[in-house]
């Protein structure tokens, strides 16, 4: 059973030049991370080679990260700007923090897939639970 209480993450990601800036949230950082680094979802950090963490916040609550997730969003580049640079002023990669190295391994991207695995397993039963509910 776990115990833990729920966490969610509302992030920024850049690419090596820092050019482009993806916004994003997530119930998994670590895995969320290494999903942009094999384009699992063939979007815009595929496109755009986004995969550096330089900026994230935690809560325990989903709709607050999703309303966050929202409000960066619509924010200007330099007020992200401004938001990186109050807690990372150098722009360091801050991946290493929760996948443990970078660029990901094998073995963690074979995690994070299995991981994603039985989430998908599981969001599809709950549909079907749902479904079957109404």
């Known amino acids: 059973m776990n115990n833990q209480p729920p966490r969610f993450w509302t992030y920024i990601l850049t690419d090596w030049r820092h050019a482009t800036l993806y916004t994003g949230m997530t119930n998994h950082?670590?895995?969320?991370?290494?999903?942009h680094f094999v384009g699992i979802h063939n979007g815009f950090s595929n496109k755009y080679h986004t995969f550096f963490l330089v900026w994230y916040e935690?809560?325990?609550y989903v709709l607050n990260a999703i309303a966050r997730e929202k409000e960066i969003k619509s924010?200007?580049?330099d007020k992200k700007v401004a938001l990186i640079e109050m807690n990372n002023p150098?722009?360091?990669?801050l991946n290493k923090d929760?996948?443990?190295?970078?660029?990901?391994?094998e073995i963690q991207i074979a995690e994070?897939?299995?991981?994603r695995r039985h989430e998908d397993e599981r969001i599809s039963k709950q549909q079907r639970q749902n479904k079957n509910d109404n």
């Open 29 to 35: 950082l670590p895995y969320r991370l290494i999903e």
């Open 98 to 105: 929760f996948v443990g190295n970078w660029p990901p391994n």
């Open 112 to 115: 994070m897939k299995e991981y």
């Open 75 to 77: 924010w200007t580049r």
């Open 58 to 60: 935690e809560t325990k």
């Open 90 to 93: 150098l722009w360091h990669h």
